[in-house]
């Protein structure tokens, strides 16, 4: 391997944030708010808007379809107890932990670093803060979620991550970020 | 970039959507009394229609979600969208 070809040295403002454990959620609204309940949120999210209560992060990904992060708790433990609450829905839940990665990108520019990649128009204004959706990074599919003003969560597939983050350390060099 | 109008997420950037073809062709209910051509032309045969044309897209790096579109051919402009298994508005048209 040529030196070239190593990953530039990973900038301040882009850190890792894989939850624990990671679902996909797809079922009619009733099955969608019993899963909520189970997690201990008071009510299903709405339409492109995430919520996070410290143990789980639920994501609107569509009208029929959540995504569901646990920062602390593994498959193993979290999956009987949603199927549980689940019992007489009609649902599919599907495990997607190791299928995607978890990027935290967080700095004064990030929006209009990250809107190098990004076709929606992700200013405070319209994207705001825990709004959440599946969209596109150049041509790789993302789940972006507005943390705060200045900080993003990125869920991207695995294989994509290197792609994404090559991507934004290059559009970076035009868009200085300065880390938080 | 073009804007769509998803009816589950609002306006979008094209480039999260993806065509599917024309809208409102129903499967015939019993495919084996069909005619090969009956067939053949449900599979294949579509309106080409210059002006306004009703048609499938997904909102494939979205929501996910199928929905219906009125596009005028000659300019490209889409008229307005509709959910999936819904009419046209002003199915007059
Ligand atoms: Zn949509």
């Given at each position: 391997m040529s030196e070239s070809n190593t990953a530039p040295r990973t900038p301040g403002w882009l850190s890792v944030a894989n939850p624990a454990s990671r679902f996909v959620l797809q079922g009619e609204l009733p099955a969608l708010a019993a899963a909520a309940s189970a997690l201990g949120f008071e009510s299903d999210v709405g339409t492109n808007e995430a919520r996070d209560n410290g143990q789980f992060a639920l994501l609107w990904l569509g009208p029929d379809e959540r995504l569901i992060l646990a920062w602390q708790e593994g498959a193993r433990q979290l999956a009987p107890r949603i199927a549980n609450a689940l019992a007489g829905h009609a649902h599919s839940l599907v495990d997607v932990t190791h299928r995607q990665v978890s990027r935290c990108v967080r700095g004064e520019g990030i929006t209009e670093l990250l809107n190098c990649g990004c076709p929606?128009?992700?200013d405070i204004t319209q994207f705001a803060v825990d709004r959440c959706s599946r969209t596109l990074y150049n041509k790789a599919e993302i789940v972006l979620w507005r943390r705060g003003p200045n900080e993003f969560h990125v869920e991207i597939w695995r294989s994509y991550a290197d792609y994404f983050e090559r991507w934004l350390i290059e559009a970076a060099q035009d868009l200085p970020v300065s880390t938080l | 970039m073009l804007l769509i109008h998803c009816p589950h997420c609002g306006t979008r950037p094209e480039l999260e959507f993806s065509y599917g073809g024309e809208a409102h062709i129903a499967r015939p209910?019993?495919?084996?009394?069909?005619s090969d051509d009956d067939w053949a032309s449900y599979l294949y045969l579509r309106s080409?229609?210059?002006g306004v044309h009703a048609e499938r897209w997904r909102h494939v790096r979205g929501c996910g979600r199928f929905f219906n579109a009125l596009r005028d051919t000659t300019t490209d402009r889409i008229l307005v969208t509709y959910k999936a298994g819904e009419k046209p508005p002003g199915e007059a048209r």
């Open positions: 929606q128009d992700l | 209910a019993d495919p084996s009394q069909v080409n229609t210059k």
